[in-house]
């Protein structure tokens, strides 16, 4: 006996799960076609590899560029006479676009071609930082325009690169893969000290580094281009078919979504702190650790650029060091300790980051006496910061739906970045040259108001391990709605509502078609 087609009704065709598939036509019978089931998506394992590692070239790249300024902050400062409070602007400044822009990256993410997306943005902050170099000292103004640029640029692979190593990996793999991604921050930070302070040592013009750039970044497009793969979003965790196939929620239902999912917010927060303290730190602590050798008479004052690059090239080294190491211990850390414990990821955040307090306090405190414990406590703190970079993404991935990761990752950015790094390494400078106004011009003075103007780190630190003790709490919840088969922006209620709907609707089980 035939079966009739169910009629069109607010939730799709009766007789059918939502988003099972397009609207189906009946035929001129008043039989239901054949439903047509897509194939699932699928890549031979070593192409997965290969474009998660040229996506991890590519990260490396795109955190160069975030620091490759701070490498040579001197030099930039004596070129463009400009003071400490301008020249946290210009990390402010680069931040500021990058946050500015996330969202819209992370909405084209999820609704159009990932690939062509991550090629402008690596176009774009390539050639910005490039035009960037031939900018003369009168033209300051239009120097901080062009980091701009290339935070927009840069914002378009921080939205959009983890969402599809999300879709070709899962479970452990997942973990893994992100560990390696996410170990190309730190690495990529210090080598873009190395990178600034080293061609700058080499070529006597600092300005050479940004020319260098461009040249690794269109090997890098050129490779995207050709290896990475535009996967379904879900595709790894074989929901392809469901979340390519159902209706597409809106902007604002993607961001009603994720403001009511909990382990999302307070793991924002708590990344947000993280990025208050590394976006200070990052600009500023080379300049530091330079007036502290002065202080400590190991360092003559820089009155002309070059200015010594020495202590760009140390803070490089300790971040990608530590950075390694840290990345490596937090991910093998969750990937155990989660088979026991459910919430072991954001208590390993927690843990990190309420360790790394102390440690960044001591080791400020402690550098006008000891540089040597100075630098032990430093790296100590950079390599707890370091734990969490791979497991808040993983966090991230497992709490939020395929279809709206790439929002998702935009919004934690843009929230991260504008209570966290945007302001950060201006609101340092600013404070330590409101210090050093009302004090003797001395470079004892300078270093003490600068240290004083870091203090501050080591509190916002210890307020995002709180935030991810909270997250623990909601952890368990968020991941099940997460994992729940066919689920867009819809609570857990509407998902059971919507199942038992279709079960009682199919042909055999008692209930008529024809009446809900």
Request: include cysteine; charge should be neutral.
């Amino acid at each position: 006996m035939s079966v009739e087609c169910g009629k069109p009704g607010p939730e799709g065709l009766q007789g059918q799960s939502p988003g099972s598939g397009r609207h189906s036509e009946a035929t001129g019978s008043g039989l239901c076609p054949a439903p047509s089931m897509p194939t699932p998506w699928s890549l031979p394992r070593w192409r997965a590899y290969v474009a998660a590692a040229v996506l991890c070239y590519i990260n490396l790249l795109n955190y160069m560029n975030w620091f490759i300024i701070a490498g040579v902050l001197l030099d930039v400062q004596k070129f463009f006479q400009i003071s400490d409070r301008n020249a946290g602007l210009l990390q402010t400044v680069f931040i500021s676009c990058l946050l500015l822009s996330a969202p819209v990256f992370g909405y084209l993410g999820d609704r159009h071609s990932r690939k062509v997306t991550l090629s402008f943005g690596i176009l774009l902050w390539s050639g910005a930082g490039l035009s960037s170099s031939f900018i003369s000292p009168q033209y300051s103004w239009l120097f901080f325009l062009s980091r701009g640029v290339v935070g927009t640029g840069t914002a378009s692979y921080s939205t959009i690169a983890p969402t599809v190593l999300g879709d070709l990996f899962v479970r452990d793999q997942r973990t893994r893969v992100l560990a390696i991604f996410y170990l190309f921050i730190p690495v990529g930070s210090g080598l873009g000290y190395v990178l600034g302070s080293a061609v700058t040592e080499l070529t006597g013009n600092w300005r050479w580094a940004l020319r260098i750039m461009p040249c690794l970044e269109a090997v890098a497009l050129i490779l995207l281009i050709l290896l990475v793969p535009d996967p379904p979003r879900g595709a790894s965790e074989e929901q392809g078919v469901v979340t390519e196939g159902g209706p597409r929620s809106t902007w604002c239902e993607d961001v009603r979504y994720l403001g009511r999912n909990w382990s999302f917010v307070w793991s924002t927060l708590g990344v947000t702190a993280m990025a208050f303290v590394t976006g200070a730190l990052g600009f500023w602590a080379p300049k530091f650790l330079f007036e502290a050798r002065v202080v400590h008479g190991l360092q003559l004052p820089c009155f002309q650029e070059p200015c010594n690059s020495q202590d760009s090239l140390i803070f490089g080294a300790l971040t990608v060091v530590t950075g390694i190491i840290g990345v490596i211990l937090g991910a093998e850390a969750s990937r155990r300790y989660k088979k026991g414990n459910p919430r072991a990821e954001p208590l390993i955040c927690a843990a990190s980051l309420l360790a790394a307090a102390p440690c960044l306090y001591l080791a400020l405190i402690l550098a006008p006496t000891t540089l040597l414990a100075a630098y032990v406590f430093l790296a100590l703190g950079e390599l707890l910061l370091s734990c969490n970079w791979a497991v808040v993404a993983d966090i991230l991935l497992s709490v939020v739906v395929p279809r709206c990761r790439g929002t998702a990752e935009a919004l934690q950015i843009t929230v991260g970045h504008i209570l966290g790094d945007a302001g950060s390494p201006y609101l340092t400078g600013l404070i330590s040259s409101a210090l050093r106004a009302g004090r003797p011009d001395s470079y004892l003075q300078r270093f003490l108001s600068l240290q004083q103007s870091f203090l501050c780190c080591a509190f916002v630190i210890a307020l995002g391990g709180g935030c991810f003790l909270l997250t623990a709490l909601y952890l368990e919840r968020d991941q099940a709605q997460a994992r729940q088969p066919g689920t867009g922006i819809s609570d857990s209620k509407d998902v059971n509502s919507k199942a038992r709907e279709s079960q009682r609707l199919l042909p055999g089980t008692g209930a008529s078609p024809e009446h809900p």
